[in-house]
């Protein structure tokens, strides 16, 4: 799984950079303000939460719970796709109904976090039993 993890994380990242380009170099000033601060905000947490699927990759062959790990980065990437994506098509297409999924994008991707400090914390319990 930590390939899986890896090859999506690097992708991603890949598309973040990509995306972050076009708008710089290609839609800057066909946009809002507002719709362009939007795309930023799209933009800052894809490129964040690919590198946290990286995290996530290089944490799993030490993990005393791999099945947490592998569910917090699963939550992670669902949570992204929602949040960024959402925000990219609210940001491009102006269609303000998009609004209301970016939300649930947001509290997936504060569960994957919550999940990880689980298994960190069952981690530091175990490594204090040994």
């Given at each position: 799984?930590?390939?899986l993890f890896i090859l999506i994380g690097a992708i991603?990242?890949?598309?973040?950079?990509?995306?972050?380009?076009?708008?710089?170099?290609?839609?800057?000033?066909?946009?809002?303000?507002?719709?362009?601060?939007?795309?930023?905000?799209?933009?800052?947490?894809?490129?964040?939460?690919?590198?946290?699927?990286?995290?996530?990759?290089?944490?799993?062959?030490?993990?005393?719970?791999?099945?947490?790990?592998?569910?917090?980065?699963?939550?992670?990437?669902?949570?992204?796709?929602?949040?960024?994506?959402?925000?990219y098509l609210l940001a491009l297409l102006d269609l303000?109904?998009?609004?209301?999924?970016?939300?649930?994008?947001?509290?997936?991707?504060?569960?994957?976090?919550?999940?990880?400090?689980?298994?960190?914390?069952?981690?530091?319990?175990q490594d204090r039993d040994d």
């Open positions: 799984m930590s390939g991603s990242a890949l598309t973040s950079i990509a995306l972050g380009a076009f708008a710089a170099h290609a839609i800057e000033d066909q946009l809002t303000v507002a719709n362009l601060a939007i795309y930023a905000t799209a933009n800052d947490y894809h490129m964040m939460h690919s590198l946290a699927l990286l995290l996530i990759a290089l944490l799993l062959p030490h993990a005393t719970s791999p099945a947490l790990i592998t569910r917090a980065g699963l939550t992670l990437l669902v949570g992204m796709l929602i949040f960024s994506g959402s925000l303000r109904w998009l609004g209301a999924i970016t939300p649930i994008g947001g509290v997936l991707l504060m569960i994957g976090w919550a999940i990880l400090a689980f298994a960190g914390w069952q981690q530091l319990r």
